[in-house]
Nanobody, 127 residues
């Protein structure tokens, strides 16, 4: 079982940047594919980005491609989401989620596929 804790959210102006962190504990970090989802007020939770357990494959929501970058540091058991050129539509609670995988290249993009969730961190982008 793995525990996930997000950090790094906050208030930023349009065009600004934030780096979110997802710290994992309780199990071997590189057994898991890690995903970021977000949920804006009144909307369903949506996929944002994913990284495979090996780090060899990543995936992104179309609207964040070129602006967001997901990366992992196995020595720190942490996955990061670097968010640049933020827009008002990026305002949401951001969650990291994990699922243990056998394949080193498997990633997921649906909330229902996740086994473990963090409690989220709020990102607010002001225009």
């Amino acid at each position: 079982q793995v525990q996930l804790v997000e950090s790094g959210g906050g208030l930023v102006q349009t065009g600004g940047s934030l780096r979110l962190s997802c710290a994992a504990s309780g199990d071997t970090f590189n057994r898991y594919s890690i995903q970021w989802f977000r949920q804006a007020a009144g909307k369903e939770r949506e996929f944002v980005a994913a990284i495979s357990r090996s780090g060899g494959r990543t995936g992104y929501l179309d609207s964040v491609k070129g602006r967001f970058t997901i990366s992992g540091d196995s020595a720190k058991n942490t996955v990061y989401l670097q968010m640049n050129n933020l827009k008002a539509d990026d305002t949401a609670v951001y969650y990291c989620a994990a699922r243990k995988t056998v394949s080193t290249l498997t990633i997921f993009n649906t909330p229902g596929a996740m086994e473990y969730w963090g409690k989220g961190t709020l990102v607010t982008v002001s225009s």
